[in-house]
């Protein structure tokens, strides 16, 4: 009698897939047992898909979604030989519409989240039609499921189930069995070495924990003689890759560079009478007069003229924008029929020297590569003259992001502090 209850609430619980269409019926002489692993199989291609594209949310549910397949199937190991041509038409569409609901997640990639989510919170209310009081061992829930990317020592794995204490649960690592801290009827805990979950450089992988207890055998002279049977469980833990992601960076500076050439500057007619007459001469348009050597550098060239000389720069008066020199003239005799008339004496005064101007000169440094790791932040330096920079990141699950300033991403932050470019890690807080 309390076999056909279970098989009933069974069946219940496994009307929450039948929303899903049909595309394909399980055959008629496959057991229930089998209809369940097909299930689980589909869990498995779905695991590997989400692995291979680095997509941890999709990967972790479906791992907790296999999880509470094997649970429900561990309390009801008494329906799994139960043949499924024994079952009605709409008993039949249950099995098969849970199967498909593997398949649509499979198919989907834009939908692949959300249907896995879907199958994790159906296959859930399955696992609450599960019967206690029946004596059996199993496990219901083990936690964390992925491995925490900071952990580098060990972590407290929590088992909970039902009658764990009579079933001698043990948690096979590599290296023997783990260290058992709490054992009691509903949770055990066990200490695992980082070790015992290695992560893949670059991408998803699960640590294939095993877990094996002791239930229960079926009959009632296995119940007479307390006869107990070898459960072995899977309790696969995610593990992110120990690089979140590898960047490319490269610096573009911009700096000034000083020009310089020797100018002469067109010429200037000096005119007066027995005096030193000023002018300014002024550089190249868009050049100045560089001083910076003082003002012996410039030289005044002398052209043309009549009592009168070219005589030197006053350098009180000299701006990198005008250079003021001078000539002295003194008077021209001039002798006429009227008499003797004394006219301005004039010269031509050019100055050559140095001028400069400063050029902006764009440069591109060396690209840098390296990679990101969980635990520590990365620092660039920027250079002083840095005028723009392009930092190319390509993350695990395969996206590529392309920072030109600060910003922010699902896994890291891109920030600045005086001339460092700090790329922060942001661990996963849902797992």
């Known amino acids: ?102 398949e649509f997640a499979n198919a989907s990639v834009e939908d692949r989240l959300k249907n896995t989510r879907e199958i994790v919170n159906q296959a859930n209310q399955l696992a609450e039609n599960i019967v206690p009081g029946t004596g059996n061992t199993y496990v219901t829930q083990f936690s964390p499921r992925v491995l925490p990317p900071q952990t580098t020592t060990s972590i407290n794995l929590k088992v909970t189930g039902v009658n764990l204490d009579k079933g001698d649960p043990v948690l096979s690592l590599t290296e023997g069995a783990a260290n058992r801290m709490l054992v009691g009827p509903l949770e055990v805990v066990y200490v695992v070495p ?84 000023p002018k300014v001469a002024t550089p190249r348009e868009g050049w100045r007069w560089d001083l910076s050597q003082g003002v012996n550098s410039f030289k005044q060239v002398q052209g043309r003229g009549e009592a009168g000389s070219c005589n030197g720069v006053i350098e009180a008066n000299s701006k990198p924008d005008g250079i003021t020199h001078q000539a002295h003239l003194d008077m021209i005799k001039e002798v006429k029929i009227s008499g003797i008339k004394w006219g301005p004496g004039w010269v031509m005064c050019s100055l050559k020297g140095p001028i400069f101007r400063m050029t902006k000169v764009k440069a591109k440094l060396p690209v840098q590569t390296a990679s990101l790791s969980w635990t520590e932040d990365l620092r660039i330096p920027l250079p002083p003259e840095t005028s723009a920079f392009a930092l190319e990141v390509t993350t695990f699950d395969g996206r590529k992001r392309l920072f030109t300033d600060t910003g922010n991403d699902k896994f890291f932050d891109v920030t600045r502090s005086g001339q460092d470019l700090i790329i922060r890690p942001k661990p996963p807080t849902d797992l």
């Open 1 to 102: 009698m309390a076999r056909f209850s279970n098989f009933r609430i069974a069946l219940f619980a496994l009307t929450i897939f039948s929303t899903a269409p049909v595309h394909a019926q399980i055959a008629g002489a496959v057991t229930t047992g089998v209809a369940v692993s097909q299930i689980s199989s589909g869990l498995n291609e779905l695991i590997n898909k989400a692995r291979d594209t680095g997509d941890y949310l999709t990967m972790r549910a479906a791992v907790e979604a296999k999880d509470v397949i094997e649970r429900w199937r561990d309390a009801n190991k008494e329906l799994l030989e139960t043949a499924f041509s024994k079952l009605d038409e709409k008993q039949q569409r249950i099995f098969s519409n849970a199967r498909q609901l593997t």
């Open 194 to 277: 980082a070790s015992a979950m290695p992560r893949q450089p670059d991408k998803l992988s699960v640590a294939p924990l095993t877990l094996t207890y002791s239930t229960p055998k079926d009959g009632f002279w296995n119940w007479v003689f307390r006869n107990r049977e070898q459960v072995v469980r899977q309790l696969p833990i995610v593990t992110l890759p120990a690089k979140i992601a590898t960047f490319s960076f490269v610096a573009e500076t911009t700096t000034e560079t000083k020009e310089v050439e020797i100018w002469t500057a067109q010429e200037q007619e000096f005119s007066g009478k027995n005096e030193n007459v």
